[in-house]
């Protein structure tokens, strides 16, 4: 825009724009300096994220729900949560059923012989080692296959597309992710022998997104499997030529009752025992084909190192309680289990990073109805983040999702999910995804967060002894 | 650049520039009309080139030398090149040990239990099923082993890293890529139980790069694989943790003589069948792990979709020769034998496409001495497709070197290789890393290239019938 037409615009708005400013005029809200303080030191300096996501990923890596590996992530947890001054650190288990992945290919038998790229999905049925052979019927989404008549699915291979794109709030995660969830019940309900969809991913790499199913309505386990992004596009080329296509398909898992998880909880202790606590955390647990880096060792990391760099600034009002949940996979045992234990303690928040570690672009919070001067104060804090108060969010974060059920006012610190469903549930989850400066900004928000809703710092108090 | 300071610089300059020009103005080299007609219906509206490698990723897929795939990559590409009007469409069989893949795994045993992506280096020396287990030691380049004492190394598995980053000229795979062709030998000379190196790639995915090695000097094959970008970063932070590193790897894999490969050669028949030949190509085989796309499903398309644009314009003087050479990826076998049939015979050029299927960006030819008119009409005719004349050029491409060390003079048209090595040899080489419009720029100038030194096309000559 040239500055002579901006000028012209300038000038016909300005009266309207006065007239309206000088009765709608709000209060200005001075962001607290030591909230801003706080958050600019994280901004700048903050280490302990990434050391924690660093630590976790290469010391452990993949930490399956209710694995000896996850077993072997908590102790980690126990250790570095109480080697960073956390008091209170503790295991809370739980018993789950354990589901592990086998052997697995896909194989286009004919019409023209080929390996694709698969991956099982959670709870998947199994093959024996010898694995099926059907023909593949093609559906363009979930509903195609819902409308399906049963004598046209029955006998064969199940194979769902979509259409996916990124989306900056992860959107099209909830459409696009239904033939995962839904699909495997659907088909075996219709008769069929199995089901591979296309990966829920919006990249286009040979790593396919695993991720959880169910089978629901009393469908008996059929074999459901992920194909990567670029094999389900061979799939259709290969459909396209109208010749009946036949897949070979191994898709070994083993699933026994019994298996253990738990929660490892770490507090910072407030002033004011009696004071409604604020609750922080991600899920320790991950899917076995990556290293869980960016789902969710950054959500762990994240949480965790805002908490101590509350700590290191002195002493809350309130309690801060930093939870790394067990089995959120599985479809959040963890937080299901917390609930159970402590959703009836007084909680003044509770909110969980679970996105990735991209930038927080937005944040929302029930506050803006229950306590609107928070809710400024947090707007205020953020915004030199870039991240806009979004007053029409909701509440987010599987496993604070019972406690915030139970009552607990939530808070959800959005993060840019542009990138995340390129590597989500992949053996690309590692590492190297997470950019060191985004997730310095992710600390700084969640510790800017807490410093505002912490009920004040006393600098210099000392932390009790550990419980 | 503002206006005032462009003009400012342009009077300045001007006297010096003009003085300058009066005495060493070149004369212009005005490009064929009739060649720039071809080449912008070719960037226009190639289709020739995408359908072939569409329909031979999707139709065979991966065609690993002297396998059976390749097999059924010789017969497509018959029937393929048939159908597109060639003449004298045959194979030239031969014959070559044959390699091929079995399971593969490498796994940290202590301090940190995980499992790392990789996969076996071409001609690997097989563990057996039960694989093998040693401790890493660790290297940061190949002249660090060769200088390493036979102590350092016996008995244990050596991991060799390198600092490739992606160059436009692909220039870094020369020396970035001598720890996967010699690593192995070394080692096993050094008297390690198997060696695993930094795949030489530039991407960040859980994708192995594999690739040719022999084990020369005596050295007793041992197994050898490549670990994933992310994955070898891995290995080195869990070195860095100063604790021994135990690795049990496992890379079956079998080896046979008497495979067979072969050339497929078809031809645009010149009308002078003694003039020199005009010989192009690409090869068919390709690595197991992709579907041989960019390497080198595209170099096979370009340059038979070009001899398909000479052919609908008319008749060439000379004649075109398209080789989709077999067994490139073992170490050229196509192209010696090719050679060693036809090296005597006269060609006019010979060229290569190999290094996938982003834009020509430069190009460079034996013309530029043994015949500079030619050349300044190649330089001509390329230019507006953004292709610059690159006077110190080297002949490239392995299946055409052995014809040009028998005489024949080289052009090379150089791809830009920036994104090249994040696909090549992985399973991600496949159909979605083809950027279309880039694709048909490559045909654009290939084609220019065969105009050009056609000896004329006579448009409406019948071609002649097939032999």
Redesign the interface.
Known sequence: MNRTLLAALFFTAAPAIAQQSITTLPQPVVGDPRVAALRDEALANDHYAWDIV?GL??????RLAATE?EARARDWAVKRLTAMGFANVHIEPFTMPVWTRGAESAEIVS?????L?IAALGYSGSTTAAGITGQIVYFDSLDALRAAPDNAVRGKIVFIDHHMMPAQDGSGYGQFGAPRRQGPTIASLKGAIGIVIRSIGTD????PHTGIQYFTDGAKPIPAGALS??DA??LV??LE?GQPVVMHLTLVSQKAEGGHSGNVIAEVPGRDAKAPILLVGGHLDSWDL??GAIDDGTGIAITAAAARHIMDAGRPLRTIRVVWFGAEEPGGLGGKAYAAAHGKEAHAIAGESDFGADRVWRFSSQLMKSDPAAYAQLTAALAPLGITKNDKGEADGTDVEPTITAGAPWISLSQDGTRYFDWHH???D????IDPAQLRQNVAAWTAMLAVLSGGIEPGAKQPKRR
Do not use: C, M, S
């Open positions: 660093e990923t290469t010391e452990v890596g993949q590996a019409p023209f012989p080929q390996k790229a286009h790499h040979r790593n992004v670029p596009e061979q080329r290969i030529r990556g290293t992949t053996p690309d590692t590492l190297d995804k």
